[in-house]
């Protein structure tokens, strides 16, 4: 495994066709660019055809207007058999004024890595090297682990 592996930066301008006429991107424009970057990630990683599996919430911090560039980062955080934790950061700019780079949103996609016959096949693990990869490797073990609780408690109650 190469050592930025499990990242990917995607760039785009944002265009009016991605707007309303009031000159806001889309929140599903940003969604489906948040998802590519988390593919691509997740593709370059496990050197895999992958699909998304999960997606968590999605908040906006602050709206995206035409003309921002717009920064999609994804980063593999954790690894589970066939699946990838990717967090995905949102940095929008006006390329116009300096030092106006600000989050617009971020969130976490669950990726499955799948053979050529779409079934799971298994991917790297990923071991957290940063003070801040732990952090992010912890944050999304809890979360999976509430998930699997709640999962086994709605099948219970069928």
Do not use: W
Request: glycine fraction near 6%.
């Amino acid at each position: 495994m190469e050592q930025n592996d499990n990242i990917i930066t995607l760039t785009m301008i944002t265009e009016p066709h991605h707007a309303n006429i009031y000159g806001n991107v889309h929140g599903g424009e940003i969604m489906r660019f948040m998802d590519t970057t988390a593919g691509v990630t997740a593709r370059k990683y496990s050197k895999h055809s992958c699909v998304t599996a999960r997606v968590d919430e999605m908040q906006f911090l602050k709206p995206l207007r035409i003309g921002s560039l717009v920064t999609c980062t994804g980063t593999v955080v954790y690894t589970g058999n066939t699946s990838m934790e990717i967090r995905v950061t949102v940095d929008a700019e006006d390329i116009r004024v300096s030092n106006s780079k600000s989050r617009a949103l971020e969130s976490f996609f669950t990726y499955v890595a799948i053979d050529e016959n779409g079934r799971p096949i298994p991917v790297p693990p990923f071991t957290p090297q940063t003070e801040r990869e732990k952090q992010l490797y912890e944050h999304v073990k809890t979360r999976r682990e509430f998930d699997r609780m709640h999962r086994k408690k709605a099948s219970e109650q069928k």
